[in-house]
């Protein structure tokens, strides 16, 4: 495999070629007005393009989607690369993502904002990812890195772990060789099993699957310590900067945080539902992933999510040569205690 470029010359070329298409949304975009008030009513004409697959089949299966007062139109798609273009082209006004995808969209220029934060209750019991590791890679702790060939996937989570679990190592991305990959689909698990590469973070059931298919060939995976587990609902800020729009996003807002704690209190029905009829995985990898998801967290309070961060800011600047910024920027505080009201809120309702 051809070795991967350094990850500052990929972001300078990501710059370099997203330049004119983000000058457009830029300018479309208008001034911020995130601080402005938020309509207290919502028209039912709103419409909000939303891509959360997930939420939209909670809701299904909660029976609150009629609920919903304004019009949602569905997105089949979540996640940072996706989503950012959706934003650019001005087809989706919410997405579903880690906190890596603002940050990148931040240096290519396009305008986004944070309303919604969600993290993992027990999280180091129950992360997102482990590290997985090839058959033959003699790799037994995070030390063994040294030397070796690491999926790396620029502006996505997946990537901004494989950068702290080397720095948690004592290495650097100079110590390793890392290997540029899509974090999609299987590419990671069918990367390590030919040996493509010699670690990967795997996550969900690609993990059981792995291990499952490899196990005997001496394929396995090793807890990286590290909290790995931020969610987030994205938007761009031209669609918090409409008003309609931006109140037709809290009321989604509350209607996510709903279903979330409803994912949480139906664990069957959500494997059926979602994993099986939706998703196609089997009635035991479905239980395998609810198990190791654990709870939700929805906090109220987001200093910490904020100082969480600046930390990957800082630590992406650093390793991609980006200036930093004031993480504070891509969070819209108007929307701070929605979510985590409308469970309280909720629960006390039940």
């Avoid at 569905?74 to 087809?91: K, T």
């Avoid at 290997?179 to 999609?184: G, I, K, Y």
């Avoid at 390590?192 to 396995?220: C, H, M, W």
Wanted: aromatic fraction near 6%; charged fraction near 25%.
């Amino acid at each position: 495999m051809r070795k991967a470029m350094p990850a500052a010359l990929v972001t300078a070329l990501a710059v370099h070629l997203l330049a004119g298409c983000a000058e457009n949304r830029t300018a479309g975009a208008g001034t911020d007005t995130t601080g402005a008030e938020i309509p207290e009513k919502v028209s039912a004409g709103t419409v909000i393009a939303v891509g959360s697959p997930e939420t939209k089949v909670a809701l299904q299966l909660s029976g609150q989607i009629d609920e919903l007062p304004f019009k949602v139109k569905w997105v089949q798609m979540s996640g940072g690369p996706q989503c950012s273009e959706a934003f650019r082209a001005g087809e989706l006004d919410v997405c579903s993502a880690a906190e890596v995808p603002s940050i990148h969209a931040r240096w290519t220029g396009l305008p986004t904002k944070l309303v919604a934060a969600e993290f993992r209750k027990d999280p180091h019991r129950n992360p997102i990812y482990e590290l997985g590791i090839a058959p033959g890679a003699d790799i037994d702790t995070l030390e063994d890195l040294r030397g070796k060939k690491i999926a790396y996937s620029p502006g996505q989570a997946q990537g901004a772990l494989v950068l702290r679990i080397l720095a948690r190592a004592g290495l650097t991305e100079k110590d390793v060789e890392l290997v540029e990959l899509p974090s999609t689909g299987d590419v990671y698990p069918t990367a390590l099993g030919s040996r493509q590469v010699d670690a990967a973070p795997l996550g969900g059931v690609n993990i059981k699957r792995f291990t499952t298919k490899y196990g005997k060939e001496g394929g396995k995976t090793i807890k990286h310590g590290l909290r790995d587990d931020p969610a987030h609902l994205w938007v761009p800020t031209e669609s918090v900067n409409d008003p309609q729009k931006a109140a037709a996003i809290r009321e989604f807002v509350k209607f996510w945080a709903r279903a979330q704690v409803w994912i949480d209190e139906h664990p069957k029905e959500w494997v059926e539902g979602y994993y099986v009829k939706d998703q196609g995985l089997s009635r035991e990898d479905g239980e395998y992933l609810v198990r190791i998801n654990g709870t939700s967290d929805i906090p109220a309070d987001w200093d910490p999510v904020v100082e969480r961060h600046q930390k990957t800011v800082d630590l992406l600047a650093e390793k991609t040569g980006n200036e930093p910024f004031d993480a504070e920027t891509l969070f819209d505080r108007r929307y701070e205690t929605v979510a985590a009201d409308a469970v309280a809120d909720g629960r006390k309702g039940s």
